[in-house]
């Protein structure tokens, strides 16, 4: 059982920056897409940015371009969102997920694996 802990979550003023960070409890890690969703309250749940296994393939949502950041460390089990610019329109839970493809995709019923979230708020 795959388990991943998000971390990195907080309240940040428009403009601030914050770096999540996702970790994962098994080596099947390094074979598998890694991404970044987020819920609203009272919105869908909605892809952020998708890493293939190798970091060679990278794809982020529209609202995000330029402002967010993915990386990961295989040899960490660890995924990373660099977020910078933030603004109240980014406040949500994110949630790191895991694929069992090497190559992700913005489709959520294609992950298997979910961690249980971190707040994001941005104040205006």
């Known amino acids: 059982q795959v388990q991943l802990v998000e971390s990195g979550g907080g309240s940040v003023q428009a403009g601030g920056s914050l770096r999540l960070s996702c970790t994962a409890s098994?080596?099947?890690?390094?074979?598998?897409?890694m991404s970044w969703f987020r819920q609203a309250p009272g919105r869908e749940r909605e892809f952020v940015s998708t890493?293939?296994?190798?970091?060679?393939?990278?794809l982020y949502t529209d609202s995000v371009k330029d402002r967010f950041t993915i990386s990961r460390d295989n040899a960490k089990n660890a995924v990373y969102l660099q977020m910078n610019s933030l603004k109240p329109e980014d406040t949500a839970v994110y949630y790191c997920?895991?694929?069992?493809?090497?190559?992700?995709?913005?489709?959520?019923?294609?992950?298997?694996?979910w961690g249980q979230g971190t707040q994001v708020t941005v104040s205006s």
């Open positions: 997920a895991a694929s069992r493809s090497p190559y992700g995709n913005r489709q959520s019923s294609s992950y298997n694996y």
């Open positions: 098994r080596r099947m890690f390094s074979n598998n897409a």
């Open positions: 890493i293939s296994y190798n970091s060679g393939s990278i």
